[in-house]
């Protein structure tokens, strides 16, 4: 069993930049590829990004791709997602995701979820 709590949400102006951090309990995380989802308001759950059980991997949406950075330290048990230039349609529950296969990282089949944090980006 893997338990995900997510942190560093709120409310940011647009063209600002927050770091989103998501804790892991579980003793083999490093044994888990871990992804970043989101939820707008009336709107389908939404991949963001994902990184590998060893970090050699990444995989961000075209959406994000240039804004958002997802890393992970196995030491720490927690994976990060970096935003930058976020604008008001990045408003959204994000989600923090593990999964216990090394591949399909792009898909929503993930094993474990978090409660999310929420982000607002005014402008």
């Known amino acids: 069993q893997v338990q995900l709590v997510e942190s560093g949400g709120g409310l940011v102006q647009a063209g600002g930049s927050l770091r989103l951090s998501c804790a892991a309990s579980?003793?083999?995380?490093?044994?888990?590829?871990m992804g970043w989802f989101r939820q707008a308001p009336g709107k389908e759950r939404e991949f963001v990004a994902a990184i590998s059980w060893g970090g050699n991997r990444i995989y961000h949406a075209d959406s994000v791709k240039g804004r958002f950075t997802i890393s992970r330290d196995n030491a720490k048990n927690t994976v990060y997602l970096q935003i930058n230039s976020l604008k008001p349609e990045d408003t959204a529950v994000y989600y923090c995701a593990a999964k216990g296969v090394d591949y399909g990282l792009t898909l929503g089949n993930y094993d474990y979820w978090g409660q999310g944090t929420q982000v607002t980006v005014s402008s």
């Open positions: 579980a003793r083999t995380f490093s044994s888990y590829a």
